[in-house]
């Protein structure tokens, strides 16, 4: 009755437990970030430094493109069975085995002799290109689990900053690194930064994967109905896939702006040495590296007020962040192959940079409002679909640079982009207008398959307007 009427004894010692908790949970994430962020150089590192090695090696461009399109097809395999792998281990381990794999090929490519160097290289772009997937979907899809609903934006943006930090290390320092300490010693390094990982994972508490899953579905036996069961008893991963993108409308559409996202990227990514080339033959590569840090400095900036924005409201960017922040970026990456003056492009540089940020965040946090038990699954197909579309963007978009210019190129590329967002921004619009009463509503989440009681706190992943945003201060 005590309870009822004003706070227990008890209460004020509860709160600050569950205050130490938190701030236990985020210092271990914090380091998980760290271990993470090294093991990103490393990654960013060795995409230069193996396209290097395996040109000089094959003495082929050819070679470095087969390089390329094997490490995306392992990507793509990885992510379509990923969900069934988080079903089955704890994300822990899968993070773990990850870097131990690709730490341990970069050691076979080390000890490797001559004649089987080229086997060697095929390893590695089958084991990174694999491993980085699962590393990937298994730590966003953990990240509810380990911090908490409440603080998956901050984690989110605190990941993305760590690795857009470790992208642009890798990137300015491979050149340096190959050419002072030569290839054996980047491949060292590279290999250490994998361990370092590896470490920081074994050592820490980490929840997700298969208890997340186990207790997920013990959670939401009573409410999540035929979707749930299916998602514990099936151990393929193709119909607990596609019923993670069916558990809330407009999901599956989201997933494809991320695909055809990606096919945009591959354009820019594919266009900036051609156009940087035009503009300084003799030294190309100082645009390119200019315009990433750049980028990367609007990126690192656009977490920072995101970080901040969550915690004085406690709401999240939501699925409209994710489809305004698509259409922003997609136009400032078309922006900056227009020609404007090196100053102006530095800012359209800083803002696609932002953009990219602030859809990161969003659509992140937006897939881990799905149950515990189809997280994983929705991560996996998503990443099957940016590996789709940036694997197939490389070949046409390589293919229409011969014969048309960076501007025209990108342009479409990113235009298809903005088309999808758009449609997608409007079909977010008429759920919300559909569905005027929230999760509890006439349409409400009860008996919509896939979605769980709970999420009338942790918010409807069918809703732009809400995707988590409002979350619990009790």
């Not at 290999?191 to 590896?198: E, N, Q, W």
């Not at 922003?328 to 078309?334: E, G, K, L, W």
């Not at 479409?412 to 409007?426: D, E, K, M, N, P």
Request: positive net charge; aromatic residues 8%.
């Amino acid at each position: 009755m005590g309870s009822a009427d004003g706070p227990t004894a008890d209460e004020p010692d509860g709160g600050s437990r569950k205050t130490r908790d938190t701030a236990v949970s985020e210092r271990r994430f914090r380091f998980l970030v760290a271990g993470y962020a090294v093991s990103s150089y490393g990654t960013f590192l060795n995409m230069v430094a193996l396209n290097l090695f395996v040109y000089e090696t094959t003495g082929r461009a050819l070679a470095m493109g087969l390089f390329m399109a094997v490490r995306l097809a392992s990507g793509f395999v990885a992510g379509l069975v990923v969900g069934g792998l988080l079903a089955r281990f704890s994300a822990k381990s899968i993070m773990l085995w990850a870097n131990v794999g690709q730490g341990a090929v970069m050691l076979l490519l080390i000890l490797a002799p001559d004649s089987l160097v080229t086997g060697a290289l095929m390893a590695v772009s089958v084991v990174i290109g694999a491993c980085g997937t699962l590393f990937m979907v298994a730590l966003r899809s953990s990240i509810p689990e380990m911090v908490g609903e409440d603080r998956r934006a901050w984690a989110n943006s605190l990941s993305i900053t760590g690795r857009s930090m470790a992208m642009v290390a890798g990137f300015a320092s491979a050149g340096v690194v190959v050419s002072l300490v030569g290839y054996t010693a980047a491949f060292l390094l590279d290999m250490a930064t994998f361990v370092i990982c590896a470490v920081t994972v074994a050592l820490l508490p980490i929840a997700g994967g298969k208890g997340a899953g186990s207790e997920a579905g013990a959670s939401g036996a009573s409410g999540a109905g035929k979707g749930e069961k299916e998602a514990k008893s099936g151990p393929r991963w193709r119909p607990v896939a596609f019923l993670a993108l069916a558990a809330a409308p407009g999901l599956g559409l989201m997933v494809a702006l991320r695909g055809v996202d990606a096919f945009g990227s591959s354009s820019h990514n594919a266009a900036l040495p051609i156009y940087s080339t035009s503009l300084d033959a003799s030294n190309p590569a100082v645009f390119v590296s200019a315009f990433w840090c750049v980028w990367a400095l609007g990126n690192i900036g656009a977490q920072q007020v995101i970080q901040r924005y969550t915690q004085r409201t406690g709401k999240t960017v939501g699925a409209l962040g994710f489809g305004y922040g698509t259409v922003v970026m997609s136009a400032a990456f078309i922006a900056a192959f227009a020609g404007f003056p090196l100053a102006v492009t530095a800012v359209i540089a800083l803002i696609a940079g932002a953009a990219d940020g602030l859809t990161e965040v969003a659509y992140t946090s937006h897939l881990q409002t799905l149950p515990a038990t189809l997280r994983g699954h929705a991560f996996g197909l998503s990443a099957t679909f940016e590996n789709l579309g940036f694997g197939v963007g490389m070949i046409l978009v390589a293919a229409a640079l011969d014969r048309f210019s960076p501007l025209a190129v990108v342009g479409w590329s990113h235009g298809a982009a903005i088309v999808v967002a758009v449609v997608f921004l409007l079909r977010v619009a008429a759920l919300r207008r559909a569905e005027p009463a929230g999760p509890m509503g006439p349409a409400g989440g009860a008996g919509r398959a896939g979605l769980r009681k709970e999420e009338a706190v942790e918010g409807r992943p069918d809703r732009g307007d809400r995707d988590g945003a409002e979350v619990s201060r009790g």
